[in-house]
């Protein structure tokens, strides 16, 4: 079974750094890119950025709100994965989800339950 | 980016009545290549995560109800409930995988009249 499960949400101070992670279970991790995707509360859904996956060098892109201040990693050793966020911004409260592409698609076939960042002073 | 526009932001339809939500995209999610709709639609009930019903426009994921289904192609997409059930009250998305980044339409709520 797929099993997605995302933790390190917290509530961080404006500036402050927080560390997410997303364990990874029941399928072969390094086969499919994986997306994080957030919802501030109350609205949408907002994409995040994704990591491809090893045969693609595990290559990130990131949104422009996000860039240079957010970073997506792996270990493939723990089947997980990375948001690290640095420089952090009140508009960063969300919930974040980490989402597995569906294999040959793109679309996002399972996703955890969520980790809830709250950036305030 | 690509914007994508769904209409309409909410929606009531009685019980075992259609419903249908429309979604633009601000160019085309079309590839050429292998004639396929880079476009996908979401469900989310409160308090859980998205869950994937169609994705390539029309292709419904496995285990999702046939009164779900999907149409169009370029820029002009829609998603119809056939026949609305209890348990489909939810926000629906659609979504581009075309183009990084991707995105979200900002989302249809679907209620009982």
């Known amino acids: 079974e797929v099993q997605l499960v995302e933790s390190g949400g917290d509530l961080v101070q404006p500036g402050g750094s927080l560390r997410l992670s997303c364990a990874a279970s029941g399928f072969t991790f390094n086969d499919y890119y994986m997306d994080w995707v957030r919802q501030a509360p109350g609205k949408g859904l907002e994409w995040v950025g994704r990591?491809?996956?090893?045969?693609?060098?595990?290559?990130?892109e990131s949104a422009a709100s996000v860039k240079d201040r957010f970073t997506i990693s792996r270990d493939e050793s723990e089947n997980s994965l990375y948001l690290q966020m640095n420089s952090l911004k009140t508009e960063d409260t969300a919930v974040y989800y980490c989402?597995?592409?569906?294999?040959?698609?793109?679309?996002?076939?399972?996703w955890g339950q969520g980790t809830l960042v709250t950036v305030s002073s | 980016d690509i914007v994508m526009t769904q209409s309409p932001d909410s929606l009531a339809v009685s019980l075992g009545e259609r419903a249908t939500i429309d979604c633009k995209s601000s160019?085309?999610?079309?590839?050429?290549?292998?004639?396929?709709?880079?476009l996908a639609w979401y469900q989310q009930k409160p308090g859980q995560p998205p869950k994937l019903l169609i994705y390539w426009a029309s292709t419904r994921e496995s285990g999702v109800p046939d009164r779900f289904s999907g149409s169009g192609s370029g820029t002009d997409f829609a998603l119809t409930i056939g026949s609305l059930q209890a348990e489909d009250v939810a926000v629906y998305y659609c979504?581009?995988?075309?183009?990084?980044?991707?995105?979200f339409g900002q989302g249809t709520k679907v209620e009982i009249k």
């Open positions: 979504h581009q995988y075309y183009g990084v980044p991707r995105t």
């Open positions: 990591s491809k996956n090893k045969g693609n060098s595990y290559t990130t």
């Open positions: 989402a597995r592409d569906k294999l040959g698609v793109g679309a996002n076939d399972y």
């Open positions: 160019q085309s999610v079309l590839k050429s290549s292998n004639n396929k709709n880079y």
